[in-house]
């Protein structure tokens, strides 16, 4: 079989050099790329990187190899076409269909999905024109990827950095296997929560449970390779941030909620995947409790956290807003689940099966989803990813 043919176009930000380990990943995935720079770009990173790297020619012109017609050739046969970084530049050439180097030749000629991870200065970022820009690039079906918040060109931070190469080539993948359909989550904003929350004992301990957040962000990556905005509240996860994610740290079910409830206001779909504890102990410690040789340790009583999935399900924030919830269940897992489903009056309910070694930090998960109108869509063992699309196509059927 063919391998994949991805153009990784390159422009003229600080952060090209990012762009190596993107590249790295996609040939070592099985992906033939072909990368276009800018000439700005070389500025940053010169051809011979990319050539070596790529096993591909270089150019930035239209004018190299005029026979082989390259300024609509490489565009034609893509099947991804990605820039990463995405300059202001780039951003406003690609907007208006300007088309006076090669990568912008490509991206006009491309029939194939677009992603664009912008990188630039907050400023840069915030500008109404390229606000414009980005907003016009959405509206035509490219993944434009909100950058991360952190540490920019010189000493100054603020949003603008490129998010982690590791997880741009995450959402390349995710939007290959799609192929050439419409980003159909593209304008909508869903929360995701994802993790186990934490409920303190005291200052060192507290009760948890296994819940390692990876469901969470399958579908927080998932929904942001379709085109979503994505608020992702992760409770004692410790995995990367998704690209162009707001990640939402909290610790507790209480700040769960609170996080939820606030990012939910205008969301268009919110999924509960974060196992969140039923109880918390009824008092804290302020100082570690400490052991009494002579004495049985004082017991635990535990008092009920809000049931947040009835909550947001019975009050929605808005018309129309789609809720998701997960039930882990260790036995009778079906009847547990369609009584669930009842009880919390939630969309749809993903059911499945958990257990010390089923489910929890694994990377699959088999599951069967029920839903409010009676249907059930049973997911086979798979990826997580697998599992979390399923999830976003049967939310995409109720928003429309
Ligand atoms: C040191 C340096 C760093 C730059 N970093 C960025 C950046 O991160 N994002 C951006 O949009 N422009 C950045 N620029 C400005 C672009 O290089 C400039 O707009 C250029 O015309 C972009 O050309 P291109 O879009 O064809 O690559 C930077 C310029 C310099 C000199």
Redesign the pocket.
Known sequence: MDKPKVVLG??????AYKACELLRRLTESGHDVRVV?????L??VGAATWSALSGNPVSTEVWDDVHEVPHVRIGQHADLVVVA???????A?AAHGLAD?L??NTLLTARCPVVLA????TE?WEHPATRENVATLRRRGAVVIEPAVGR??GVDTGK?R?PDPAEIFEVCRRVLARGVREPDLAGRHVVVSAGGTREPLDPVRFLGNRSSGKQGYALARTAAARGARVTLVAANTGLPDPAGVDVVPVGTAVQLREAVIKAAADADAVVMAAAVADFRPETYAAGKIKKKDDKDPDPIVLVRNPDILAEISADRARPGQVVVGFAAETDDVLANGRAKLRRKGCDLLVVNEVGERKTFGSEENEALVLAADGSETPVPHGPKEALAETVWDLVVDRLS
């Open positions: 390159v422009s003229g930000g600080i952060a720079p800018t000439a700005s770009a500025h940053f970084p995405a300059t202001a530049d780039m951003l050439k180097d990568l912008t912008p990188a630039m200065h840069m920019l060109t603008g490129l």
